[in-house]
């Protein structure tokens, strides 16, 4: 099964999934070629507002399991109409309270506006308990299993139904309320188990994005998220230590703009994370958050890959000069190592650059100390040869040397000095510790990176042989 799920396949199947009843999701790829995505399935708990998509691209077979994200309120407009009877309400409606109205056929007409805050709050609510406040236990249906002791605690947990007692060993296991975590596990597993984890691509946005990551996490299978919430914590103290390691970088590819409140608020990344612009702007709120702003034709290059000017590591935080997904696909592993070290690279070239320009410097200052001292030999020798005879018959050199002596510093054997000769030579002093400096750090700086690629490929030898 090959791999063609590219960025602008992702974030439009993550746009696309905040739509209801899609039974197939259209991509235009550019020079007039489709991606079509038949759905599979529906992922939707009404109870927790969980609602996804499982679907796969008839051509290729790739699968894609798709999450929706925070839900904003759903604004509803419904046109009224009654039989005009002249009553204040409906006069002031007809000046324009309201909205407005006007009459038909001796009918009052007029839109009432309904705003559903049903699914918002659903999503609020696993924002809270889940991202914020949830643990590894979170996304688990049952948890906690311990003796029963009969204390207070454990006996009010088994009235209300947070908890079930197991008779046959006399232990107590909590259970969880339903969440969007608890719900969306049964139609993952059944799909991993049907295609492969390999074979399956996670995607969302927000809550959405986090959804993704999870399950691409406990599956050890491929997500590519978007200002995606953090779920860090909701991982098993196992996977937190994988993640911390770096085990899910190749795997999980994240996107966010630096100032996006939601995509950046986690202490650790699970996978890889790539910012879209400068995190040096600085800037934090939430105009960035919205899906919307993954989707403008203008970000992606002609392969649908994002525009590698346009995102920044997450590490280093500085420009890349290729593709993460694009490297994905064409097959290159530990690429976010291959990134990071060509933006190493990048940092010697300019080291060393700056290293020769403090040289040019310090040399072109060395030639105008040589042609100031020459130029000033000669003005003194003008005047000097000048002087004794004709209309100068009454100068004399002591003349020359005095006037000299008033307009100038006098500097070594007497050479008049238009500048601080000291200054100047610790100026070039200076200007040869700072280039040794720079071509020290230099140095150091190409050898880190040599060593750091070189130590990548042994490892990677090293890991064939096992």
């Known amino acids: 099964m090959t791999n063609n799920i590219n960025d602008k396949i992702a974030s439009r199947l993550s746009e696309r999934t905040y739509k209801d009843n899609r039974s197939e999701i259209y991509v235009e790829l550019g020079n007039g070629k489709t991606s079509i995505w038949k759905n599979i399935e529906t992922i939707k708990d009404k109870d927790t507002g969980l609602h996804g998509y499982v679907l796969q691209n008839p051509d290729t077979e790739e699968v894609v399991i798709s999450f929706r994200g925070t839900e904003r309120p759903k604004t509803t407009t419904k046109q009224v109409e009654q039989k005009y009877v002249g009553s204040p309400s409906q006069d002031a409606r007809l000046a324009g309270a309201g909205g407005g109205a006007k009459l038909k056929d001796g009918n009052l007409i007029y839109e009432t506006k309904d705003t559903d805050f049903s699914e918002f709050a659903k999503d609020v609510q696993e924002d809270v308990e889940g991202i914020v406040l949830g643990d590894s236990n979170y996304s688990k249906k049952e948890y906690g299993k311990t003796p029963y002791t009969a204390s207070p605690s454990q006996d009010a947990a088994l009235a209300t139904g947070k908890a079930k007692l197991n008779p046959n060993d006399q232990t107590i296991t909590y259970i969880n309320n339903k969440n969007q975590f608890t719900e969306a596990n049964h139609v993952v597993n059944k799909y991993v188990k049907r295609y492969g984890a390999n074979n399956i691509t996670f995607v969302g946005h927000s809550l959405g994005g986090g959804l993704a990551q999870y399950y691409a996490v406990e599956y050890d299978s491929n997500a590519i998220t978007f200002a995606a919430a953090d779920v860090f914590d909701l991982l098993s103290e196992e996977n937190q230590k994988r993640a911390l390691s770096g085990e899910f970088k190749d795997n999980v590819i994240s996107y966010t703009y630096p100032d996006d409140a939601v995509g950046t608020f986690y202490k650790d990344s699970i996978g890889s994370v790539y910012y879209m612009g400068n995190p040096a702007e600085g800037g934090w709120g939430l105009s960035s958050h919205g899906i919307k702003n993954y989707?403008?034709?203008?970000?992606?290059?002609?392969?649908?890959?994002?525009?590698?000017?346009?995102?920044?590591?997450?590490?280093?935080?500085?420009?890349?000069?290729?593709?993460?997904?694009?490297?994905?696909?064409?097959?290159?592993?530990?690429?976010?190592?291959?990134?990071?070290?060509?933006?190493?690279d990048g940092?010697?070239?300019?080291?060393?650059?700056?290293?020769?320009?403090?040289?040019?410097?310090?040399?072109?200052?060395?030639?105008?100390?040589?042609?100031?001292?020459?130029?000033?030999?000669?003005?003194?020798?003008?005047?000097?040869?000048a002087v004794g005879f004709g209309k100068y018959d009454k100068l004399n050199a002591s003349h020359v040397e005095e006037i000299f002596r008033d307009l100038t510093g006098v500097g070594p054997e007497g050479l008049p000095m238009l500048l601080d000769i000291d200054e100047f030579e610790e100026?070039?002093?200076?200007?040869?510790?700072?280039?040794l400096d720079t071509g020290d750090i230099a140095y150091n700086m190409d050898k880190m990176s040599k060593d750091f690629t070189h130590m990548d490929q042994l490892l990677a030898q090293w890991l064939q042989l096992k």
């Not at 403008?296 to 290729?322: A, C, H, V, W």
């Not at 650059?353 to 020798?381: C, G, V």
Request: cysteine-free.
């Open 295 to 344: 989707m403008d034709n203008s970000m992606y290059d002609k392969k649908g890959y994002f525009l590698p000017r346009l995102l920044y590591d997450e590490k280093i935080q500085d420009q890349l000069t290729m593709s993460p997904l694009a490297l994905k696909n064409s097959g290159v592993s530990d690429f976010h190592i291959r990134i990071q070290s060509s933006l190493m």
């Open 347 to 385: 940092y010697v070239i300019e080291m060393k650059e700056s290293e020769e320009q403090i040289a040019a410097t310090r040399k072109a200052l060395t030639h105008f100390l040589d042609d100031y001292i020459t130029t000033m030999t000669e003005l003194k020798r003008k005047y000097m040869n």
């Open 427 to 435: 100026l070039l002093a200076k200007l040869q510790k700072f280039q």
